[in-house]
């Protein structure tokens, strides 16, 4: 089979304040949630605007700015992959799913605590600072440390992993 390509664009606007946890190593990670909207004309010949709601996930330095320069409305550019996770629920039993994105590189928007114009500020996954795209930016299975909730019955800890 052939290699497949797994790569999305998003730019749109953060819905609430990031959502910080770590690992017991001590790797940052962050949740986001971003809105993006698409205009269409309805039947009627108006034009509505349709939103879509994506979970970000972020790790490591890329994680750090999030925490450092992200909050509720900041605009964002950011470049990543979709995942697919599963977990059985421990309440109901029940095989549960979530669909989010990696973020392998963000930009920040409208500079440092304006909510207009300006420059932006791009960083790229397990990078110390500013990048430049594509430059050596490591993929989500050579950054990723489980985090907490995602393997803790299974008794994996963070000398189990190969990097």
């Given at each position: 089979m052939a290699k497949g390509v797994n790569k999305v ?146 008794g994996i800890t963070d000398d189990d992993i190969p990097?």
């Open positions: 664009f998003l730019l749109g606007n953060v819905g609430k304040d990031p959502e910080m946890r770590a690992t017991p190593g001590g790797m940052v990670i962050a949740q986001i949630t971003l809105a993006t909207a698409d205009r269409q004309k309805d039947q009627t010949g108006n034009w509505t605007d349709k939103t879509e709601w994506h979970n970000l996930v972020a790790f490591g330095r890329t994680a750090e700015i999030v925490r450092d320069y992200v909050k509720k409305g900041t605009q964002l550019y950011i470049e990543g992959k979709i995942q697919t996770r599963s977990w059985d629920d421990k309440e109901s039993g029940q095989k549960k799913y979530r669909t989010e994105i990696i973020v392998n590189e963000l930009t920040l928007l409208g500079g440092r605590g304006s909510e207009g114009g300006g420059g932006g500020s791009s960083y790229a996954g397990n990078q110390g600072g500013y990048s430049q795209r594509g430059n050596n930016t490591a993929s989500f299975d050579q950054q990723r440390a489980p985090a907490q909730d995602d393997y803790a019955n299974e990097f």
